[in-house]
Protein backbone atom coordinates (compact mmCIF):
# COMPACT_ATOMS: atom_id res chain seq x y z
CA UNK A 1 0.00 0.00 0.00
CA UNK A 2 2.99 2.53 1.18
CA UNK A 3 4.60 1.52 -2.37
CA UNK A 4 1.29 2.36 -4.25
CA UNK A 5 0.82 5.70 -2.78
CA UNK A 6 4.29 6.61 -3.94
CA UNK A 7 3.60 5.35 -7.40
CA UNK A 8 0.40 7.46 -7.73
CA UNK A 9 2.98 10.47 -7.28
CA UNK A 10 5.42 9.38 -9.38
CA UNK A 11 8.02 8.42 -6.91
CA UNK A 12 10.38 5.10 -7.19
CA UNK A 13 8.99 2.11 -4.01
CA UNK A 14 11.06 1.49 -1.07
CA UNK A 15 12.19 -1.95 -0.28
CA UNK A 16 11.50 -3.54 2.44
CA UNK A 17 14.10 -7.15 3.40
CA UNK A 18 12.73 -9.60 5.36
CA UNK A 19 12.38 -8.96 9.54
CA UNK A 20 13.12 -5.27 9.02
CA UNK A 21 10.69 -2.37 8.78
CA UNK A 22 11.09 1.30 7.96
CA UNK A 23 9.48 4.77 9.42
CA UNK A 24 8.06 7.14 7.36
CA UNK A 25 7.03 11.09 9.32
CA UNK A 26 6.60 14.38 7.23
CA UNK A 27 5.37 16.49 10.81
CA UNK A 28 8.07 18.29 12.17
CA UNK A 29 6.85 18.24 15.46
CA UNK A 30 7.81 15.15 16.40
CA UNK A 31 10.02 14.32 13.49
CA UNK A 32 13.69 15.29 15.52
CA UNK A 33 12.45 13.02 18.14
CA UNK A 34 11.60 9.93 15.36
CA UNK A 35 14.82 10.33 13.73
CA UNK A 36 17.05 10.39 16.94
CA UNK A 37 14.97 7.12 18.44
CA UNK A 38 15.14 5.37 14.92
CA UNK A 39 19.01 5.99 14.75
CA UNK A 40 19.27 3.75 17.88
CA UNK A 41 18.57 1.04 15.36
CA UNK A 42 16.23 -0.50 18.24
CA UNK A 43 14.09 -3.69 17.42
CA UNK A 44 10.68 -3.31 17.62
CA UNK A 45 8.00 -6.70 18.18
CA UNK A 46 4.95 -6.49 15.77
CA UNK A 47 2.90 -9.55 16.42
CA UNK A 48 5.60 -11.55 17.56
CA UNK A 49 7.76 -10.93 15.05
CA UNK A 50 11.07 -8.84 15.61
CA UNK A 51 12.19 -6.08 13.41
CA UNK A 52 14.84 -4.02 13.10
CA UNK A 53 15.19 -0.91 10.90
CA UNK A 54 15.86 -1.23 7.98
CA UNK A 55 18.11 2.08 7.37
CA UNK A 56 19.10 4.69 9.79
CA UNK A 57 16.75 7.65 7.80
CA UNK A 58 13.56 8.77 8.62
CA UNK A 59 11.43 8.44 5.33
CA UNK A 60 9.35 11.64 4.32
CA UNK A 61 6.51 10.91 2.31
CA UNK A 62 3.02 11.85 2.19
CA UNK A 63 1.12 9.11 1.18
CA UNK A 64 -2.28 10.48 2.61
CA UNK A 65 -4.10 13.95 2.95
CA UNK A 66 -4.46 15.59 6.07
CA UNK A 67 -5.33 18.62 7.78
CA UNK A 68 -2.66 21.18 7.99
CA UNK A 69 -0.81 20.67 11.31
CA UNK A 70 -1.56 16.95 11.60
CA UNK A 71 0.29 15.34 9.51
CA UNK A 72 1.89 12.17 9.34
CA UNK A 73 3.42 12.27 12.82
CA UNK A 74 4.99 9.13 12.09
CA UNK A 75 4.36 5.51 10.87
CA UNK A 76 5.97 2.14 11.10
CA UNK A 77 5.86 0.38 7.65
CA UNK A 78 5.95 -3.73 7.57
CA UNK A 79 5.66 -6.07 5.42
CA UNK A 80 2.35 -6.83 4.04
CA UNK A 81 2.33 -10.51 5.22
CA UNK A 82 2.62 -8.73 9.32
CA UNK A 83 0.27 -6.20 8.45
CA UNK A 84 -2.57 -8.69 7.44
CA UNK A 85 -2.11 -10.11 10.65
CA UNK A 86 -2.76 -6.27 12.68
CA UNK A 87 -6.40 -5.37 13.59
CA UNK A 88 -7.69 -2.75 11.08
CA UNK A 89 -8.39 0.69 12.35
CA UNK A 90 -8.93 2.94 9.26
CA UNK A 91 -9.45 2.90 5.40
CA UNK A 92 -8.04 5.25 3.50
CA UNK A 93 -8.83 5.56 0.02
CA UNK A 94 -5.61 7.39 -2.31
CA UNK A 95 -6.08 8.43 -6.09
CA UNK A 96 -5.60 11.28 -8.97
CA UNK A 97 -8.44 12.72 -10.66
CA UNK A 98 -8.81 11.56 -14.20
CA UNK A 99 -8.09 14.55 -16.76
CA UNK A 100 -10.18 17.80 -16.54
CA UNK A 101 -12.54 15.86 -13.86
CA UNK A 102 -14.52 18.38 -11.64
CA UNK A 103 -14.32 18.37 -8.37
CA UNK A 104 -17.25 19.71 -7.39
CA UNK A 105 -18.84 16.09 -8.47
CA UNK A 106 -16.43 14.49 -5.84
CA UNK A 107 -17.67 16.95 -3.24
CA UNK A 108 -21.90 16.23 -3.81
CA UNK A 109 -20.98 12.74 -3.30
CA UNK A 110 -19.01 13.18 -0.48
CA UNK A 111 -21.22 15.55 1.43
CA UNK A 112 -24.01 12.81 2.12
CA UNK A 113 -21.75 10.27 3.21
CA UNK A 114 -20.30 12.69 5.84
CA UNK A 115 -23.09 14.11 7.47
CA UNK A 116 -23.30 16.91 9.51
CA UNK A 117 -21.68 14.99 13.04
CA UNK A 118 -18.60 15.93 13.68
CA UNK A 119 -17.87 12.30 14.69
CA UNK A 120 -18.38 11.06 11.28
CA UNK A 121 -15.80 8.37 10.29
CA UNK A 122 -16.00 9.50 7.23
CA UNK A 123 -13.42 12.22 6.11
CA UNK A 124 -12.13 13.53 2.48
CA UNK A 125 -9.28 15.74 1.51
CA UNK A 126 -8.28 17.16 -1.65
CA UNK A 127 -4.99 18.75 -2.75
CA UNK A 128 -6.95 21.66 -3.08
CA UNK A 129 -8.79 21.88 0.05
CA UNK A 130 -4.96 20.95 1.97
CA UNK A 131 -4.03 23.89 0.17
CA UNK A 132 -6.94 26.19 0.48
CA UNK A 133 -6.62 25.45 4.46
CA UNK A 134 -2.89 25.92 4.56
CA UNK A 135 -2.84 29.50 2.67
CA UNK A 136 -6.69 30.42 4.80
CA UNK A 137 -5.11 30.28 8.19
CA UNK A 138 -1.65 31.54 7.11
CA UNK A 139 -3.32 34.55 5.59
CA UNK A 140 -5.30 34.89 9.12
CA UNK A 141 -2.39 34.75 11.33
CA UNK A 142 -0.09 37.02 8.80
CA UNK A 143 -3.12 39.86 8.25
CA UNK A 144 -3.26 39.63 12.18
CA UNK A 145 0.15 39.91 13.24
CA UNK A 146 0.98 42.60 10.69
CA UNK A 147 -2.01 44.88 11.91
CA UNK A 148 -1.30 44.63 15.50
CA UNK A 149 2.77 45.32 14.87
CA UNK A 150 2.30 47.96 12.93
CA UNK A 151 -0.29 49.74 14.77
CA UNK A 152 1.50 49.35 17.85
CA UNK A 153 4.33 50.17 16.48
CA UNK A 154 2.40 53.45 14.96
CA UNK A 155 1.24 54.56 18.40
CA UNK A 156 4.35 54.14 20.18
CA UNK A 157 6.75 56.31 17.36
CA UNK A 158 3.65 58.62 17.27
CA UNK A 159 3.92 58.58 20.87
CA UNK A 160 8.24 59.30 20.37
CA UNK A 161 7.66 62.35 18.35
CA UNK A 162 5.23 64.17 19.82
CA UNK A 163 7.85 64.02 22.98
CA UNK A 164 10.77 64.98 21.02
CA UNK A 165 8.57 67.80 19.67
CA UNK A 166 7.25 68.91 22.47
CA UNK A 167 10.97 69.25 24.33
CA UNK A 168 12.20 71.16 21.00
CA UNK A 169 9.71 73.48 21.53
CA UNK A 170 10.57 73.91 25.29
CA UNK A 171 14.50 74.04 25.03
CA UNK A 172 14.04 76.63 22.52
CA UNK A 173 15.57 79.11 25.08
CA UNK A 174 18.80 76.60 25.51
CA UNK A 175 19.68 76.75 21.95
CA UNK A 176 19.33 80.20 21.49
CA UNK A 177 21.90 80.13 24.70
CA UNK A 178 23.96 78.17 22.99
CA UNK A 179 23.52 80.29 19.61
CA UNK A 180 24.70 83.43 22.00
CA UNK A 181 27.71 81.19 23.43
CA UNK A 182 28.74 81.19 20.00
CA UNK A 183 27.81 77.72 18.80
CA UNK A 184 27.14 77.26 14.80
CA UNK A 185 24.01 76.30 13.78
CA UNK A 186 25.33 72.79 12.72
CA UNK A 187 26.80 72.02 16.58
CA UNK A 188 22.85 72.53 17.11
CA UNK A 189 21.87 69.91 14.39
CA UNK A 190 24.12 67.41 15.99
CA UNK A 191 22.81 68.23 19.26
CA UNK A 192 19.03 67.39 18.28
CA UNK A 193 20.25 64.66 16.54
CA UNK A 194 21.64 62.98 19.18
CA UNK A 195 19.16 63.81 21.24
CA UNK A 196 16.55 61.94 19.40
CA UNK A 197 18.85 59.28 18.19
CA UNK A 198 18.71 57.96 21.88
CA UNK A 199 15.09 58.58 22.41
CA UNK A 200 14.28 56.54 19.35
CA UNK A 201 17.47 54.13 19.35
CA UNK A 202 16.79 52.76 22.85
CA UNK A 203 13.61 51.30 22.29
CA UNK A 204 15.22 50.09 19.23
CA UNK A 205 17.52 48.21 20.77
CA UNK A 206 15.61 46.91 23.04
CA UNK A 207 13.73 45.44 20.38
CA UNK A 208 16.40 43.72 18.27
CA UNK A 209 17.73 42.19 21.19
CA UNK A 210 14.24 40.58 21.83
CA UNK A 211 13.49 39.86 18.17
CA UNK A 212 17.09 37.45 18.14
CA UNK A 213 16.71 35.94 21.47
CA UNK A 214 12.35 35.11 20.99
CA UNK A 215 11.77 35.73 17.04
CA UNK A 216 13.57 32.20 16.01
CA UNK A 217 11.13 30.41 18.83
CA UNK A 218 8.34 31.88 17.66
CA UNK A 219 9.00 30.75 14.35
CA UNK A 220 10.04 27.42 15.00
CA UNK A 221 6.69 26.46 17.35
CA UNK A 222 4.31 28.11 14.26
CA UNK A 223 6.37 25.63 11.70
CA UNK A 224 6.45 22.91 14.47
CA UNK A 225 2.81 23.26 15.57
CA UNK A 226 1.18 24.15 12.15
CA UNK A 227 3.61 22.92 9.95
CA UNK A 228 3.70 26.31 8.48
CA UNK A 229 7.49 28.24 6.98
CA UNK A 230 7.26 31.81 8.13
CA UNK A 231 10.61 32.99 8.37
CA UNK A 232 10.40 34.78 4.97
CA UNK A 233 7.65 36.80 5.81
CA UNK A 234 8.49 37.47 9.47
CA UNK A 235 12.00 39.03 7.77
CA UNK A 236 9.92 40.74 4.71
CA UNK A 237 7.31 42.16 8.43
CA UNK A 238 10.42 43.12 10.13
CA UNK A 239 12.11 45.37 6.86
CA UNK A 240 8.09 47.16 6.88
CA UNK A 241 8.32 48.09 10.67
CA UNK A 242 12.33 49.30 10.21
CA UNK A 243 10.81 51.47 6.95
CA UNK A 244 7.87 52.87 9.32
CA UNK A 245 10.07 53.42 12.17
CA UNK A 246 13.19 55.44 10.47
CA UNK A 247 10.55 57.54 8.61
CA UNK A 248 9.20 59.08 11.97
CA UNK A 249 12.66 58.99 13.15
CA UNK A 250 13.75 61.34 9.99
CA UNK A 251 10.66 63.19 10.07
CA UNK A 252 11.05 64.30 14.11
CA UNK A 253 14.48 65.49 13.11
CA UNK A 254 13.58 67.67 10.13
CA UNK A 255 10.81 69.04 12.36
CA UNK A 256 12.58 69.73 15.65
CA UNK A 257 15.38 71.07 13.63
CA UNK A 258 13.17 73.36 11.76
CA UNK A 259 11.41 73.96 15.08
CA UNK A 260 14.70 75.15 16.87
CA UNK A 261 15.81 76.72 13.39
CA UNK A 262 12.61 79.04 13.07
CA UNK A 263 12.02 80.47 16.82
CA UNK A 264 16.08 81.53 16.66
CA UNK A 265 16.11 83.06 14.26
CA UNK A 266 13.25 85.01 15.25
CA UNK A 267 15.33 85.85 19.02
Not at 14 to 19: I, K, N
Not at 161 to 179: F, G, H
Amino acid sequence: DYNAALGLQGKAPVSLPEGTYLLNSNYRGTDKNIQKKYEQQESIIVKGNVLKPANTEVLHNTYYLSIVGANDQGTIIVSDAIANELELSAMILVGNYVEQYDETQLIEKMIPLIGETVESPITYYTKTLVHGMYYGTFSVLAFICCYIGVILLIICVAVLSLQQLTEANDNVRRYQMLQKLGVEEKGQRMAILKQISVYFGVPLIISVLYAIVALPKVVEKIRDSLGMEVGLQVIAVMVILFVIYGSYFVFTYISCRSIVAEKTREE
